[in-house]
């Protein structure tokens, strides 16, 4: 199955409106230049999802063979939904004030900046119901969460330390870790860590295919995600937060994380012109976007949670 970034779908899309669609919900998190997209038949996507490895040993002459442990898996499906909203646009405006702006043109684009900020709400908070995919703090397992503080307490500032200890727990990819996602929030405090120490290394700036540069940690990418929650409860704080960490799919379905999108269909997304509206003198344009998170391996997605910066 193919897996290319919203930007590449961008430049492949012989649609140009289309084309323009996708850009737009580019620009609303520079978390969508990295994040790889999976197109899939049908409505949802069956697949396995690696839990452990099996075992292997050294072999001695006439040694006895005692790594049998298979590989195990669990049985996931991600399913796609629709994300989407009409541009309407009154007959008059259109006429009468087009001449320097397309009304139509900024409604759609409008529309296609909600999309990405509504994908990248559910990105973070989708539990699969209401018509919503599994986010992240739905799809991350215990096993790969840790707290701030060992879970005492109230939690704890941020700190390298748990940074390091996020970063230990995603081994999907032999401890290669792709990006870090915290709140605003967060990543003000650790900006604030950075300038104790006197500055940006070389290795605190990452530069993203398009050329845009963001904070890096060990020469990992950080981006920022509002939506992930500041209202969380860690003992008698209800003001703390997660940061995350993981690996993102290569196309194989075999690490991390990859959003999925339909097939035949460029990144998912569709501009359909719905016509004239029967009560009023407007035009309707629909924006749609096929869409969904999957996540292929239990060790490429970890979470640090009950920060309180």
């Known amino acids: 199955m ?3 970034t919203l930007a590449e779908s961008a430049k492949l899309s012989l649609n140009m409106l289309v084309a323009g669609v996708i850009e737009n919900v580019i620009t609303i998190n520079r978390f969508y230049q990295l994040l790889p997209f999976t197109e899939i038949e ?19 002459v006439g040694g006895t063979i005692t790594a049998k442990a298979a590989a195990t898996f669990t049985a996931v499906t991600s399913s796609l939904t629709t994300i989407l909203g009409d541009a309407e646009v009154n ?4 006429a009468t004030r087009s001449n320097v702006n397309d009304q139509k043109a900024i409604q759609v684009a409008s529309k296609a900046k909600s999309l990405g900020r509504k994908y990248q709400d559910g990105m973070i908070n989708g539990d699969g119901t209401s018509d919503s ?10 096993t790969q969460t840790i707290t ?9 500032v941020l700190t390298f330390a748990y940074l390091d200890q996020l970063i230990d727990l995603v081994t999907d990819k032999d401890g290669q870790v792709d990006y870090i996602l915290m709140h605003a929030r967060t990543l003000r405090s650790y900006l604030a860590l950075l300038r ?3 500055g940006n290394s ?29 209202n969380q409860t860690q003992g008698s704080s209800t003001t703390c937060t997660t940061v995350f960490a993981g690996t993102l799919d290569d196309g194989s379905m075999s690490h991390g994380i990859a959003g999925l999108t339909a097939a035949n269909e460029a990144a998912g997304m569709q501009i359909e012109e719905v016509g004239i509206s029967e009560s009023k003198d407007e035009t309707i344009t629909r924006v749609k976007w096929y869409c969904g998170l999957a996540l292929f391996s239990l060790k490429g997605l970890a979470a640090l949670k009950g920060v309180t910066n």
């Open 2 to 4: 193919a897996s290319v």
């Open 42 to 60: 049908g409505n949802a996507l069956a697949y396995n999802r690696e839990n452990a490895l099996g075992d292997v040993q050294y072999g001695g």
């Open 91 to 94: 007959g008059l405006i259109q």
């Open 133 to 142: 995919f599994q986010g992240l703090l739905s799809l991350v397992d215990p």
């Open 148 to 156: 701030a503080n060992a879970g005492a307490g109230n939690g704890d």
């Open 196 to 198: 104790a120490l006197g």
């Open 202 to 230: 070389a290795s605190d700036i990452m530069t993203l295919p398009n050329g845009e540069q963001v904070p890096a940690y060990r020469n990992i990418p950080i981006f920022r995600n509002d939506y992930i929650p500041i």
